[in-house]
Every structure is written in C-alpha cells, then in structure tokens.
C-alpha cells in the first residue's frame, strides 16, 4: 500500500472477513490489539487484499499494554508478505513508554512496507493551526500521517477538513477523520480533501472506533462525492 490515492481499509480484528471485504476494500486493517491469536491468523491467512497491522497501546485508545512485546508483535507481522504497512503512534515514536518505536518504523521500510504514523483525540478537535502541527509532526515521521479526534460541531470538522486540504496541497500525505455523531460525515468528505485512508467494518456491529459507517455505505459514500468534486 503506498497510498498515494485515497485507500479503503476494511477495519477487523478477524481476517476471516476478507473475502466479504473484497468487493469494497482496497485492502484491510488488522488491530491485533483486539484480535484473538492475530500472528496466527496472519499465518494462515491466504486472502488477496494486503494488510495493514496496527497493535494500538492503551493509552492510544487500544487494549494491548505497552510493553516490548507490542512492538515485537508488529515486528513478526511485518514478516508475512501480505503485510504491507504498519501504524505506528505518534506518540511513540516520540518517546512515550520505553521502548523503541522508531526500530519498527526501520523495519517496515527495510520490508518495503509503508508507516503510518497516527494520533487521536478522543475528548475533543484542536483548532486548525493544531492539527497542521501535530499531523506535519506525523508527516515526518512516516508515509502518512494520521489524526483522528472527537467532534462536538461542525466547527470542528471544519478545522479537520482545512487542515487535512492545507496539507495536502503542501504535497503531505495525510489521513483524517473526526469522530463520534459530529464528525460521522467527516469519513466520507475527507477524501475530497486529500484524506488518503478511510476505515470501515464490514459489519456496523463490529466498529473499532465511534462513528464509522459500514464497509459498503462508506465506498459508495466516498465514490459518489469524489465522482461530484
């Protein structure tokens, strides 16, 4: 994946769902964090859309404490061909927590693997001139840099959009979304701001982050603004 166009990730914790995925997704997003036994079901997967890995930490909105293991665990991941990029926290790469985030980031381009370098907000969306900063921060970092935050009004949004359109005319390669009810409508405007990435289950019921549409509504969602801008 080098996400120089918008890239639809199917957002799982279960690989089994790909050949569903296919008809939409232009590949999947693995979050081993929520995943029963997520080495060994990168070791029998056999489907065709490549794979994303994320292990999200706790403290990023995930459920994998952050301890060496998390990183070796992405390490692993990115052994297996199908795996062809990896997200990595801002955060981390940093200097959050103990551990060397950056030797992750060498491994995956070492493996021709692309890093996208992410960072929420849950509580609430910085204003425009923040988010800029904190996104070319991510930049700098990794071939994508991503921001997700909570939105309480269309003002939010708004500073989302312009930041992620400010970026991208700039020549950055950005992925963003707000969340939560105000924001839902951001995953499928973004990208015709420039946002490169959009994440959606195949199945609502098996959201991993507030707001997300299901895999079909957000493709033909995203299709029909893009095919209008």
Partial sequence: MDFESFTLLAATDDLGVEPAARADADGLELRMDFADE???QLDAYDGDLPILVTNRPTWEGGETADTAGRLDA?????????VTAVDLELAALEGAGDHDAGRIADAARDRGASV??????FESTPDREAI????????????VGKMASTAHSPDDVLAMLGATRELTAE???VATMCMGPAGRHSRAVAPVYGSRIGYAPVDP?????????????????????????
């Fill in 132 to 143: 800029v900063s904190r996104l070319e921060r991510a930049c700098a970092h990794g071939d």
């Fill in 116 to 121: 996208v370098v992410s960072t929420h907000n």
């Fill in 38 to 40: 997520p080495l060994a």
């Fill in 171 to 173: 020549g950055e390669q």
């Fill in 74 to 82: 992405l390490e692993t991941a990115l052994e297996h061909d199908a």
């Fill in 205 to 229: 019921a098996d959201a991993t982050a507030p707001g997300q549409y299901d895999l079909a509504t957000l493709r033909t969602l995203v299709g029909q603004l893009q095919s209008d801008a």
